[in-house]
């Protein structure tokens, strides 16, 4: 399972009037091939009348499926263009459909280039990059005489609290990142002289947005 990768954030739109050209741009996660599918043939409906609905998406761990479509403009100058700002940004699972109607004026195969990179990053930005980062949930079954010193603690570092359990004995619910487990249960421990029970519990993935 990969660890930390970035995608954007949801559903995103964006507009932006080249040449008397205007180009919609329409961006969604899709962790699914079927799920950027849907989301193009969404757009393509909505958009029947329109001159061009290109499209590209790129899903899965390793980027394994990549595909762009230029939709009637001339090879290469849509569909691939798009796709080339996902992989620049280092985005996964991402679908991503720019509607053109066109305005009169021909841009010319760098123009479309430009033109359908720009409205892009336009869609991207509109629908916000977020990093997420695997975490576990650590639980920490510790004596109430060390519940004080615990939670001040993991307030005062970068962990991130999450609950605060009360029974016979207190757990303390935390998240951490998968890559510094060791480094927290070491930590624990010697805040606890040894004395506390660290257990492993759910991975899941926090997200967190990058400017």
């Not at 609290?161 to 060791?182: G, R, S, T």
Request: charged share 25%; hydrophobic share 35%; net charge negative.
């Amino acid at each position: 399972m990969r660890n930390n990768y970035l995608t954007v954030k949801g559903y995103g739109e964006s507009e932006i009037i080249i040449s008397k050209s205007r180009f919609l741009t329409y961006v969604n996660r899709a962790e699914t091939e079927e799920e950027a599918l849907l989301f193009i043939e969404k757009i393509k409906k909505m958009h029947a009348g329109a001159t061009h609905n290109c499209s590209c998406y790129m899903v899965g761990e390793h980027d394994q499926i990549q595909k762009a479509n230029d939709d009637g403009e001339p090879s290469g100058t849509a569909g691939v263009p798009m796709l080339e700002v996902l992989k620049k940004q280092g985005l996964k699972d991402t679908v991503v459909v720019v509607t053109r109607y066109f305005g009169g004026i021909k841009l010319g195969g760098g123009g479309l280039i430009r033109a359908y990179g720009k409205a892009t990053t336009e869609g991207i930005a509109a629908a916000q990059v977020v990093e997420r980062k695997l975490h576990y949930l650590m639980k920490i079954g510790i004596d109430y005489v060390f519940l004080g010193k615990i939670e001040n603690e993991i307030r005062s570092s970068h962990y991130m609290l999450q609950d605060i359990l009360y029974a016979e004995n207190v757990e303390v619910c935390v998240h951490v990142l998968k890559e510094e487990e060791q480094i927290f249960t070491d930590w624990i421990t010697e805040l606890t002289n040894g004395q506390a029970t660290i257990t492993n519990e759910d991975a899941l993935f926090i997200e967190f947005s990058k400017e």
